[in-house]
Nanobody, 117 residues
Framework: QVQLVESGGGLVQAGGSLKLSCVASGRTFSSYKMGWFRQVPGKEREFVASITYSGGSTSYADSAKGRFTISRDNAKNTVYLQMNSLKPEDTAVYSC??????????WGQGTQVTVSS
């Protein structure tokens, strides 16, 4: 069982920055592909970014490219999402995701990000 706890959300003005963190329990963090998703009430959850096991490869939604950076520190069981040049449309609940293909998948509770115009 893996527990994911996000932090770092909050209220920020448009153009500002936030850095989200997600700490995972357990000893097998490096065996999980990690990702960030976001959801706005009434809409489906959407992919934001993902990172492979050692951090060697990352992937981003078009909306995040050039503004967001995902990274991980396997020694700290933590994945990060640095968000720059934030826009009001980035307002959402951001959730951390851990996945071992064909084995298991876990979600965090989420952290609210609100960007004011």
């Amino acid at each position: 069982q893996v527990q994911l706890v996000e932090s770092g959300g909050g209220l920020v003005q448009a153009g500002g920055s936030l850095k989200l963190s997600c700490v995972a329990s357990g000893r097998t963090f490096s065996s999980y592909k990690m990702g960030w998703f976001r959801q706005v009430p009434g809409k489906e959850r959407e992919f934001v970014a993902s990172i492979t096991y050692s951090g060697g490869s990352t992937s981003y939604a078009d909306s995040a490219k050039g503004r967001f950076t995902i990274s991980r520190d396997n020694a700290k069981n933590t994945v990060y999402l640095q968000m720059n040049s934030l826009k009001p449309e980035d307002t959402a609940v951001y959730s951390c995701h851990a996945r071992r293909p064909f084995l298991d998948t876990y979600w965090g509770q989420g952290t609210q990000v609100t960007v004011s115009s």
